[in-house]
C-alpha cells in the first residue's frame, strides 16, 4: 500500500463518515411491498419465463468460524452456558461423531476441546461454509452443500447449468474444494443439473491500515504498517467481475434443512421476478426516452427558452417527452421512494430521470423485525435532494438527532441479506458497479490485534453503501426464508435439525 492511500486512510479516521440524512423508515405503509399470494405467484411465473443473459449465485463465504464459537472458546477455560449446553445437546448436531467425543455423558470443557481443537474436529480455524450443519437419514450436509440444493431448485439455466460464485480467503482454498469435490457429482446425478462452481479472493489491494485509539498507524512487532481486509464492501469488485445479468446474493450460513427450503426456493423466484419486472418497466421507459429524443443525436447544443418554437429547438420539451417525464417521476416516487429534486429545464429534468433510471437493479427481501440482529431499510435524502431506498447499519445514525433515533425505533424490518441484483443496462452492456458506491458510508468499527485495540477502517458494504446508488426495492419475505448460523447453538433450532 502506498503513502498516498496510508494517509488518506487515516485522514479518515480522523474525521470520520457523515451520518446519513434519514426521511422515515421504509415500512409497509411507504418503502416495503407486502405481495398477495396472487401477486407473488404472478412474480415467480414470470422470473420461470423471463429471458435472461445469464444467472448466478453469489455466496459470500470469507473468513473463518471463530465467532461461530466465540462463547464455546470462552466456555473451553472457564465452563459456562453455552458449553454446558453442547454438551447436553451434542448428539443432536451433525457434526457428531462417536470417534471424536466418545459417548454420554459428555464433559462440557472437554467437548468444547474436541470441537475446536487441531486434535479435534478442529472447527476452531475452519470456515462456515465447510462445517456439518444438518444430517439426513443417508448424508451429512455442509452449510456449501445446502446452497448446492438450493441453487438447483431456483437458480438453474435454461441448459440446466448452476453456477455458484463462492467468495473465500485464500488459506481455505483446500478445504472447499474437498467440499465440493465429495458432493459436486453425487448431486449433478441427483439432481439432473451441472454445477459451475468458481472461488473468487477479495482483493488485497482493498485492505486498509489500520489505526490506534489515536488515529496513528498500527504498527506490527517489524514495525510495518497493519492492513486489514476491508469488510463486505470490498466484495463489490468481485461482484463487478461477474459476467451473468441476474445474481442472487446470500450469505454462507443462511439455510436450512431441505423439508423447509421450499419457502425459501418461492420466494427467491419472488424476488428474482421482481427485479425482472422492474427491469423490463425501466427498459421500456429507456427505450421510450430514445425514441423520443432521436433529434438530440444530430444537433449539437439544446437550452430551454420559453417562448414560441420551443418544440423545434428542444427536443426534450416536446409535450410527448414531458408527459413521459412525469410518469417516470411518478413511477420513481411510487415504486422506489424516488423523489427528484427540482430541474433547471425540460433537458435538465429528462436527462436526470434517464441518468436515474439507468443503474444496477437490486431487489432485496425483507423480514419484519423479530429481534434478529441485522441493519434496516429506511428512505435517505442524497446530498443533491433526492431521496431512495438504503440498507444502514445502526452505526450509521446519529445517536444525538432524535428525528434519527426515533425512525430507527420505529423501523418494521430488518435487512436479512437476501437480495437479486440486475448488473446489465437497456443495451445489454455490463454496468461499471465501480461507479455506484458511496465512498462516504464507510464504517470505523473497534477490534483488536494481538490483545492490543486498534481501530479498523471498513470499506461501504457491499449491500449497504457500495450499492447506494442502485435502483432498489424492498419486498417484504417471511421470516421461515431467514435461518442464520451466528453461534453453533443456532444448530438446534428447527431449521436445522
Avoid at 200 to 209: E, L, N, R, S
Avoid at 293 to 318: H, M
Wanted: proline content about 6%.
Amino acid at each position: 500500500m502506498d503513502n498516498t492511500k496510508i494517509n488518506a486512510e487515516l485522514e479518515r479516521f480522523k474525521k470520520g463518515f457523515p451520518w446519513l440524512d434519514i426521511v422515515a423508515p421504509a415500512t409497509p405503509e411507504q418503502g416495503i411491498e407486502v405481495l398477495s399470494p396472487e401477486r407473488a405467484d404472478e412474480a415467480a411465473a414470470y422470473y420461470d419465463s423471463a429471458d435472461v443473459a445469464g444467472r448466478c449465485k453469489f455466496v459470500p463465504a470469507s473468513g473463518a468460524a471463530s465467532r461461530m464459537f466465540k462463547d464455546i472458546f470462552a466456555g473451553a477455560e472457564n465452563e459456562n452456558d453455552a458449553v454446558r449446553k453442547l454438551a447436553a445437546e451434542l448428539e443432536k448436531f451433525a457434526f457428531y461423531r462417536p470417534d471424536i467425543f466418545g459417548t454420554a455423558p459428555y464433559s462440557p470443557g472437554a467437548t468444547a476441546h474436541k470441537l475446536l481443537d487441531e486434535d479435534g474436529l478442529g472447527y476452531g480455524k475452519k470456515p462456515k461454509g465447510v462445517l456439518k450443519f444438518h444430517r439426513y437419514p443417508d448424508e451429512v450436509r455442509t452449510a456449501l452443500a445446502e446452497h448446492f440444493v438450493e441453487g438447483q431448485a431456483y437458480m438453474r439455466s435454461e441448459d440446466n447449468v448452476v453456477k455458484l460464485l463462492v467468495t473465500i480467503s485464500p488459506e481455505h482454498k483446500v478445504l472447499f474444494e474437498k467440499a465440493v469435490d465429495e458432493i459436486k457429482e453425487s448431486y449433478e446425478k441427483r439432481y439432473g443439473v451441472r454445477y459451475e462452481v468458481e472461488f473468487t479472493f477479495q482483493d488485497k489491494a482493498t485492505d486498509t491500515v489500520a489505526a490506534t485509539p489515536d488515529n496513528k498507524p498500527f504498527l506490527k512487532e517489524d514495525g510495518t504498517p497493519l492492513l486489514r481486509p476491508a469488510g463486505h464492501g470490498a466484495l463489490i469488485h468481485n461482484l463487478n467481475a461477474v459476467e451473468d445479468e441476474l445474481v442472487s446474493i446470500k450469505n454462507i450460513d443462511n439455510v436450512c434443512v431441505e423439508r423447509i427450503q421450499p419457502t425459501t426456493y418461492k420466494w427467491k423466484k419472488v424476488l428474482m421476478g421482481r427485479a425482472l419486472e422492474l427491469r423490463d418497466k425501466i427498459f421500456d421507459y429507456l427505450y421510450t426516452f430514445d425514441q423520443l429524443t432521436e433529434l438530440r443525436k444530430n444537433i449539437a447544443d439544446f437550452s430551454f427558452i420559453p417562448g414560441n418554437n420551443v418544440y423545434q429547438d428542444d427536443p426534450f420539451a416536446t409535450p410527448e417527452v414531458q408527459e413521459l417525464c412525469n410518469e417516470v417521476e411518478e413511477f420513481l416516487r411510487d415504486e422506489l421512494c424516488i423523489v427528484m429534486p427540482p430541474a433547471k429545464d425540460c433537458r435538465d429534468r429528462a436527462e436526470a430521470l434517464i441518468a436515474k433510471l439507468n443503474r444496477p437493479i437490486r431487489v432485496c427481501g425483507m423480514v419484519k423485525n423479530e429481534g434478529e440482529p441485522g441493519g434496516g431499510p429506511f428512505i435517505i435524502r442524497a446530498k443533491d435532494g433526492s431521496t431512495s431506498l438504503q440498507i444502514l447499519e445502526s452505526v450509521q445514525i446519529n445517536p444525538d438527532d432524535a428525528a434519527a433515533v426515533t425512525a430507527l425505533k420505529s423501523a418494521t424490518h430488518f435487512n436479512p441479506v437476501d437480495l437479486v441484483c440486475c448488473l446489465r443496462d437497456y443495451k445489454g452492456e455490463k454496468f461499471n458497479l465501480l461507479q455506484y458506491v458511496d465512498e462516504e458510508t464507510g464504517f470505523i468499527s473497534s477490534k483488536s490485534y494481538e490483545g492490543r485495540p486498534l481501530k479498523a477502517l471498513e470499506l461501504p458494504g457491499l449491500w449497504n453503501g457500495a450499492m447506494s446508488d442502485w435502483n432498489t426495492l424492498f419486498v417484504e419475505v417471511p421470516a421461515e426464508t431467514f435461518n442464520p448460523v451466528k453461534t453453533v447453538l443456532d444448530l438446534l433450532r428447527p431449521a436445522h435439525q
